[in-house]
Structures are given as structure tokens and as C-alpha cells.
């Protein structure tokens, strides 16, 4: 209704008043009161519900779970010095005859647990299963669970809709990185969708599931309505109730399959795939407000795009391939300018359905609001002629019409610094990569730039692998802060790349060191001959993630570079498999050809000599191919350490205590053995930080220890020569 906003403070949701004819917040009052902590406050439709998420003990949401000594000892901690407490179990079976347990009851539960592990002088965990500990934490023994309160009482009465009788010990929404909101509210506040995985080894496998959950009926079971092996996922209602719209990938265990949108006719309980020629990812989604029509972004070719797909009629229209500014407005220059590689995220459609709001960010600003106007009736073309709305089949061959769509800058907050300074526009180009496939590459030249000038270059890997360069504000690898000091910044979208099909993206999986390296390789050429200015004889390679495994690849394969910088890269794939968390990442990426799913794009068909008593392929794990040639086996076929002795290269390897996708010790091995071999190396280690550099001292720490690494190796700054 308007009346109020849910705010977030220190772990717990406070309320607001909101007025909004002063457009002004009033004091805001503490709403929860949860020992786990609460998050992610979600309005129901009518304004008399909160759905938000909090940390609890699963055992403690049943009645009598605390006395329960039965089940999979996950990661509990000692409660108690003379015992350990079995709690957690992926065996939903198991709970189903348990009672829910009343809030006052659960919340009380996990205090008590809370405060006598505290008190307790034995830290130790027990573990018998997989994903005990997550990107950069242990999991410990507690649990997210959703959590609704309910006004239309009195009070919050707070209750957990997801306890364990109903999801056993798993994560409720489900945890994964960079994913959308994992529950939404239907539209008469009477039923909920959430993502859950109920694996049973859930550290192999990517099958989330979207579940349905009536509200209004006593002791309603929640109810799975995705059918997919893959992982689904971000359910969103339709205004209207009919249609609950939700993400998909086919296949288990590669979280870098297609996402397709898939649409759910909730009375006749059918799904259909919305769009199955469209080739790129829906990475988000909303509705618009009269049901008939769904926003999406998708990353293409170095943008982040919004489009609009019509069930009505099943169009399908790029809205900001391309955006003008209102005429004479400050926004003109800036945006018929910059913006055809923007990227886009954050949809909201205003209540009337005129006006979408999107954040916004390019290569030279952070992102800030915008809004974008809609009209159902007609388009403006790249001529800026109006036109009627044409429907478009979703193919990426198809994808070539700009539709300029008028946008408005809402928020302005960082264009005073931002117009002391000089930020360059980044630069597209082709070229033909490996198979001659046409690849993308971008380009940013340093402030005050002279084409007379030979500068050096810093150039950058992604990582993912399933990721890609574009037009983007980074707080991690920025392009306008590598490019300050005087270097020409040049990045290309090789193999595994997203936004160029999912061909492209497929066939970088098995392929780790082949095709991508190509592709890199084959990029740097072009840009040299195409870039007069590129200093080639100055030139390091950096990369993080997989673009750190690609940096200690290039390490270990060419002597081009006059030094590299290696972010948390994988080194030594045999080990790694060992001490990763996420199991079906691995287990999908150092497979064979053989090893895929029948069908699978990213080898040409001969090149699979198909098991067929396994048409859904294996999983690769190293000791099944301990036996076979180095040639054949994908965890020495692409192991850097393998090759380490030809490193020559300077070499800064950095690395973090708390990242558990890429164990630090994969770090520490190849700065020993840099060492050892008595190539000139380095070693940044961060004791605090995980598999991304997130606290702002650290990242300033990161930024000046890379950058005079990449200035001693080439010469530049206080290194000159004459200097």
C-alpha cells in the first residue's frame, strides 16, 4: 500500500513510515527480534506479510528435534565438551512425520544453541558429508530458512515455512552466488514460490527446484513444480495470478548451462519453454504490470540488454540495444554516446507500466538509475523514425535491429567526481580466434592518450570460465584504474565467453587450455597489428579465477609477456579437486569428450566416441583415469604444474586464506615452486579475504601491489628508464 519500507539493519528488519507526498523516510522501528538474524524482506501483495530469510538450527524448527540423535552428522558443532550432537540430515523422508515447531519455541532452540556454543571451548566440527564449508565460510550447523510475519495477527508472529520436516537440512533459499531472489509472493499473498535443493549429495549436483507453498491452508505440504534436471530457479508471479515464470537450465551439474524461461499455467499445471530459438541467457526477470508482457536482461556481444517477450503474441523486442536521451536534455550527449555496450540489471516496471527502472552501469561510471520508457504501440528505430512494434523470432543471427528507447538518469550521486576525471570509452573489435570463429575483444586507452605514444599494456583474462568482458563498472578489476598509470587495457571474450550463443559458451568445458588460449593468443595479435600505439615489447598478462588458471597457463606455455599477475587461479587441477567445495563444477569441466552428455555442443561429433551404456555421460573424477596418458586424462592434459619448468615469466601470485573454490594452497604451490626454480615471484596473501578481494583497504592494498608489479617488469612510472 505504500505506507511503509522494510529496512535492513544489523542482521534484523526494521519498519518505516514512508510519505510520499514529502518523499521522505520516518524512524524506523526494529520488527524482528530473530537470535539467527534476518534479511531479505519481501512485502506480500497486500501489505500484511514480511517473507524474509534467517539463520536457524534445522533440528530446532520440529518439536522434540533438539533430542533427536538420528540422521547425517553434517557440521555440528559441540554444544556440549562431554558429547557431540548429531544434527542435519538431507533425508526429508526421515522428518516428515515431525511436528513443526512453534516460533517462540524454534527461536528459543537456536539461542540456546547459539549461546552455548559460544560458551564452549571445543570449536571442532564433524563432518561426514560434502559441502561442509561454501565459497568463503563453513557452513557450521545452521541453516537459512524463510520466515514469514504476519500483521493481519497483531504482531509479527513470526513462522518458519520451511522447517525441517519439510526441507531436512538443506539451505532454503538456496545459496549460490549471483543469483536473482529465490521467493516471491503470489499475487493474492496466499501462496509463496522458493528455490530449494533436495539432493541428496548436493556438493554434485546443480538441481534446484522451484516449490510452491499454499499459505492459507492448515498443514499444506509445499509442492515441486519444476521438472527439470538442471537447476531451476527466480520465480516471479504474473500480476493476474494465472502464470508463475521461472528460469531453467536442462542439465544437472553445469551451472554454465542455458538459462531458458520457462512459464508455469498454474490451473492447467502445465510448462511450456517460452522463446526456445532465443540463444542467450535469461540472467533476470519481472512482469510487467498487466500480464502481458515479461522484462528480461541478457548478456550479448559486451552488453547487458533488457528485452520484452509478449505471451500475447510471442514477440520478442530488444528495449536498449541502443538508448537515446530525451531531446535537450544534459542526458544527450552522454547516452547517445556511450551506450550501445551498457550493461543493465535490477528491472522494475513502474505501477502503470509506462515507465521501467533499471540500474545502469558502463565501463566509465558505477551504476546508477535510470528510467526507460515503454510504449506497447510503437518502436523508434536506428533512423529515429517511429514504427510500428515488430515481432522478433529470438535467434542471435536475428539480433541486429537497434530499438532506441527513451532514458532518463535518476540518480547523480557520483557525477562530481566523475567529471574530474578523464575516463575513456572502450573500443570493440573482431577478429578470427581459433576453428576461425569470430571472436570479440575490447580496448580502453589511458587518460590524456597520444596516438604518437607507444604505451605499455595490461592485458586481462576473465574468469568464470563462463563469464564475459563488456561494458561494466568493476570495484575488483577495473578497467579505467588499470588503464591510469599510463597502459593501454585489452581484454578478450575467448572461448567459454556468455553473450555469443551457447555453442560458444559450451566449448570451453574439457577444453580448458585449448581453444580459450587460441582465442587469447590470436586476440593480443590482432590488437597489436590493429593498435599502433600497443607497446608489444611491454605487455603483462593478469587474470583471476579461471583467468588466474589461464595466467599460470600462459606462464607455463609462451615467454610473450614481460610479467603476469595470477588471482586465485587453479594450478594443480588434480589437487583442486580435492579441496574445492562446489564438486560439480570440476566434475563437469576436466571431463573427456566421451565423458559429456550425448548431444553436447562443445566437441564436434567425432571427437566423442560415445559410451553408450552412459548417454548422460560422466562425471570426471581423477583416479578414473589414472591409468590413461596424460594426453587423455583433462586434470594433467590442462594442469599448469605439469609444465611449470618452463617458467620464465615474473611472476605475482596472489591469493586468500578464506577462498574454498580455489583452495589458497593452489597459490602457495606454484609461488614455491617459482621460487625454487628461481624465477622472480612474489606473493600477496590476504588472511580475511575470499575468492574475491571485497573490503575496501584490502582492494587498495591489491590495486598498488599490482600495479608496481605490472610497472617494475615494464619499465613504466618510477621504473622508466632515464627516470
Request: glycine residues 8%.
Amino acid at each position: 500500500d505504500g505506507k511503509w519500507v522494510s529496512i535492513s539493519v544489523k542482521d534484523q528488519i526494521y519498519l518505516a513510515p514512508w510519505d510520499e507526498a514529502a518523499g521522505r523516510v520516518g524512524a524506523a522501528v526494529q520488527l524482528t527480534h530473530v537470535s539467527g538474524g534476518a534479511d531479505g524482506a519481501v512485502w506480500s501483495p497486500d501489505s500484511r506479510k514480511l517473507m524474509f530469510v534467517a539463520g536457524v538450527y534445522p533440528e530446532c524448527s520440529v518439536r522434540g528435534g533438539t533430542k533427536a540423535n538420528a540422521g547425517v552428522l553434517r557440521s555440528a558443532q559441540n554444544d556440549n565438551p562431554n558429547s557431540v550432537e548429531v544434527s542435519g540430515t538431507r533425508d526429508v523422508v526421515g522428518w516428515k512425520g515431525a511436528e513443526p515447531a512453534g516460533w517462540a519455541e524454534e527461536d528459543a532452540c537456536d539461542k540456546a544453541k547459539d549461546d552455548a556454543a559460544a560458551a564452549s571451548p571445543v570449536k571442532g566440527q564433524v563432518w561426514d558429508a560434502l559441502l561442509y564449508r561454501h565459497w568463503d565460510h563453513y557452513v557450521g550447523a545452521k541453516r537459512s530458512h524463510i520466515i514469514e510475519a504476519d500483521f493481519s495477527l497483531g504482531g509479527a508472529n513470526p513462522r518458519d515455512l520451511t522447517p525441517r520436516s519439510a526441507v531436512g537440512d538443506v539451505e532454503v533459499p538456496t545459496y549460490f552466488v549471483g543469483s536473482p531472489q529465490e521467493y516471491a509472493w503470489a499475487p493474492d499473498s496466499k501462496e509463496i514460490a522458493y528455490v530449494a535443493k533436495l539432493d541428496p549429495v548436493p556438493a554434485a549436483s546443480t538441481n534446484n527446484d522451484v516449490y510452491t507453498l499454499r499459505l492459507d491452508e492448515p498443514g499444506a505440504k509445499a509442492v515441486k513444480v519444476s521438472t527439470s534436471p538442471g537447476s531451476d530457479d527466480e520465480p516471479e508471479y504474473s500480476p493476474d495470478g494465472k502464470w508463475l515464470a521461472f528460469r531453467s537450465q536442462a542439465r544437472d551439474g553445469f551451472e554454465s548451462d542455458k538459462f531458458r524461461l520457462m512459464l508455469l499455467d498454474r490451473e492447467k499445471k502445465t510448462i511450456q519453454q517460452l522463446m526456445p530459438k532465443f540463444d542467450g541467457w535469461v540472467d533476470e526477470l519481472a512482469w510487467a504490470p498487466e500480464g502481458r508482457d515479461i522484462y528480461f536482461a541478457s548478456g550479448h556481444s559486451g552488453a547487458e540488454d533488457i528485452l520484452d517477450y509478449r505471451i500475447t503474441d510471442h514477440s520478442l523486442t530488444v528495449r536498449t540495444a541502443g538508448v537515446m536521451a530525451f531531446e535537450n536534455s544534459e542526458d544527450s550527449q552522454i547516452f547517445r554516446s556511450e551506450n550501445r555496450f551498457a550493461e543493465y540489471s535490477d528491472i522494475q516496471s513502474s505501477a502503470d507500466g509506462k515507465t521501467l527502472v533499471a540500474s545502469m552501469m558502463t565501463v566509465r561510471a558505477p551504476a546508477g538509475l535510470v528510467a526507460l520508457t515503454v510504449d506497447d504501440r510503437e518502436e523508434i528505430d536506428d533512423t529515429m523514425q517511429k514504427v510500428p512494434r515488430r515481432a522478433f523470432d529470438g535467434s542471435i543471427a536475428g539480433r541486429t535491429r537497434n530499438v532506441l528507447f527513451a532514458v532518463r538518469r535518476i540518480t547523480r550521486l557520483n557525477d562530481p567526481i566523475l567529471s574530474g576525471l578523464d575516463l575513456q570509452r572502450m573500443e570493440s573489435f573482431t577478429f578470427k580466434g581459433a576453428d576461425a570463429t569470430e571472436v570479440q575483444g575490447f580496448l580502453l586507452r589511458p587518460p590524456n592518450f597520444d596516438s604518437a605514444k607507444k604505451y605499455p599494456v595490461k592485458f586481462l583474462m576473465h574468469g568464470g570460465p563462463q563469464t564475459a568482458w563488456g561494458d561494466a563498472w568493476s570495484f575488483r578489476w577495473n578497467w579505467e584504474l588499470m588503464a591510469s598509470s599510463g597502459y593501454v587495457v585489452v581484454g578478450i571474450n575467448r572461448r567459454g565467453s556468455t553473450g555469443y550463443g551457447q555453442k560458444f559458451v559450451d566449448e570451453v568445458s574439457g577444453d580448458w587450455g585449448g581453444r580459450a588460449y587460441v582465442d587469447l593468443m590470436k586476440g593480443l595479435d590482432y590488437a597489436e597489428s590493429k593498435y599502433p600505439f600497443m607497446d608489444k615489447t611491454r605487455e603483462c598478462a593478469l587474470g583471476a579465477s579461471y583467468g588466474g588458471f589461464m595466467a599460470d597457463w600462459v606462464l607455463t606455455h609462451t615467454n610473450r609477456f614481460k610479467c603476469i599477475v595470477t588471482h586465485d587461479g587453479l594450478y594443480d587441477p588434480e589437487s583442486a579437486y580435492g579441496d574445492t567445495e562446489e564438486m560439480w563444477f570440476n566434475e563437469w569441466e576436466f571431463r573427456r569428450p566421451e565423458d559429456f552428455p550425448k548431444g553436447w555442443d562443445g566437441f564436434t561429433p567425432t571427437s566423442q566416441k560415445r559410451d553408450v551404456g552412459h548417454p548422460d555421460g560422466h562425471p570426471a573424477e581423477p583416479w578414473r583415469y589414472q591409468n590413461l596418458p596424460a594426453s587423455e586424462d583433462p586434470f594433467r592434459k590442462w594442469s599448469p604444474m605439469l609444465s611449470i619448468q618452463n617458467a620464465k615469466t615474473p611472476t605475482l601470485v596472489i591469493h586468500s586464506q578464506k577462498d574454498y573454490r580455489l583452495d589458497v594452497s593452489q597459490g602457495m604451490e606454484l609461488f614455491t615452486a617459482l621460487q625454487r626454480l628461481g624465477v622472480p615471484s612474489k606473493m600477496l596473501y590476504f588472511p580475511d579475504e575470499g575468492h574475491w578481494i571485497l573490503k575496501p583497504q584490502n582492494s587498495q592494498l591489491w590495486n598498488e601491489v599490482v600495479g608496481d608489479w605490472c610497472d617494475r617488469w615494464t619499465k613504466t612510472g618510477k621504473y622508466a628508464e632515464g627516470d
